[in-house]
């Protein structure tokens, strides 16, 4: 074939992916960050890795982690795969996470998106799930460990918590069997849902003309080979690159065999769900895994299908305004998140200082009160004094919600010790 020929067949096959032509505003790095591909390549990198991993892995209790010490110790880059592995797992739920921020805050999830928002919601589950189950695998004590704490989180949930927790787990303990099922769920399902949603995902975002664009006068549409294809390349070239350097430096952790009577001090969730074991150390467990979750799991598919006046798609941040009351929520929910947190930790004592009150309303509700009011007032702040819009509000929600999330993250992994004491 000559080069003609080539750059055809090139053509043909990228138009599966993207139309032949796009709008030039579409393929600024700027207006996505290319988290979208960056994701969709992670988990190519993850299902390559993840298939070599399985001619090595014994998914058993005798043999697991065995397998995992020969594989380090005695395959050529053995290490190496096992890294690359784990580190494009970190890097695809923190690159979901982000791609989520983008899309929302770029107003891209209202009108004909809401669909793909939704989605992409179950997309985001699944992929915090197969991390989840994957974390299980090298049966060493980490691992053991922050699964036996999550499935246990589990049972708090009214009535049917510990009936999932069974369920997850195949019994009331992390045992071989819990270990058969997350493998079938890693290697198996997990996967084949991803491709499936992942498609749907992509189809969706073709359907509806590509990325969200700024309205304008004049579009101009550039030929998508090779302007944008170009610079997918150059972003996927950097992302495998900076995924060998790490692979090479840092080693995927794995401490002794997973012993089930010695449980380590502190014993810690993966880092994604350690905003929730904070979340525990504060507020009752029936609101920390089941009201909570649940409330902000309505809010998020709730966002599109609110009516707004004076929508901006495809403007970050809705509008300048819109940047300067998002920048004022960050700050106040960090300073509003901290100070809960401390007080918390600290000071409050509801369960003593009302013992006559069930644990439901002391630990649980007028916690969350105290979170709540503050911020239902700086909301209303927001709207006596910059007259915020309904879209200015939910990005001001959202924002609370995020923030609140990532400093707790940060607060249990990073400032707790033994005992999970703050500051041990
Ligand atoms: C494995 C995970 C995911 C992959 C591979 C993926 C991939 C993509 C790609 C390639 C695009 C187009 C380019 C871009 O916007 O960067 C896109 C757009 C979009 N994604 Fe995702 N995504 C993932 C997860 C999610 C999640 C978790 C959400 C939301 C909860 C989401 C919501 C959306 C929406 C609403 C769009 C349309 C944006 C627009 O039109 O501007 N995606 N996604």
Known sequence: MNTAGHSKAITKLLLHLHPNKVDAQSIKFTRTFGLGGIAALLFVMLFISGMLLRFAYVPSVKGAYDSIIELENQVLFGQLLRNLHYWSGMALVLVSFLHVLRVFY?????????????????????????????????????????????????????????????????????????????????????????????????????????VTVQNSDEKVL??????????????????????????????????????????????????????????????????????????????????????????????????????????ISVVYALVLTLLVILSSEFFLDLRNWMPQVPLLISTGLLLLLLYLVPAAAFLYFLKSKYN??????????????????????????????????LFA
């Open 388 to 421: 915020a819009s309904k879209i200015d509000l939910m990005m001001a929600m959202f924002t609370i919600i995020i923030v609140a999330y990532v400093v707790m993250t940060i607060v249990g992994s990073l400032f707790r010790g033994e005992g999970m004491h």
């Open 106 to 210: 770029t107003q891209s999830i209202y009108h004909e998106r809401r669909k793909n928002w939704i989605y992409g919601l179950l997309i985001m589950f699944l992929v915090v799930f197969s991390n989840f189950t994957g974390y299980l695998l090298p049966w060493d004590q980490l691992s053991f460990w922050a699964v036996t704490i999550m499935t246990n989180m589990l049972s708090y949930i009214p009535f049917v918590g510990d009936a999932i927790a069974d369920m997850v787990r195949g019994g009331d303990e992390v045992t071989e069997i819990t270990l058969l099922r997350f493998y079938h769920f890693h290697t198996g399902l997990l996967p084949l849902l991803m491709v499936f949603l992942m498609s749907v995902h992509f189809w969706l975002v073709r359907k509806s003309k590509g």
């Open 222 to 327: 550039v030929p998508t080979y090779p302007n944008l294809v170009f610079k997918e390349i150059l972003v996927a070239l950097i992302v495998i690159i900076v995924l060998f350097i790490l692979s090479m430096i840092i080693n995927a952790p794995l401490q002794g065999k997973a012993d089930p009577l010695i449980s380590p001090n502190p014993s810690k969730a993966p880092w994604y769900f350690m905003g929730f074991q904070e979340l525990l150390l504060h507020i009752h467990p029936g609101f920390g895994i089941f009201i909570i979750p649940l409330l902000v799991t309505v809010f998020l598919v709730y966002i599109p299908f609110v009516k707004y006046t004076d929508l901006n798609v495809g403007v970050w941040f809705n509008s300048n305004k819109g940047k300067k009351l998002t920048i």
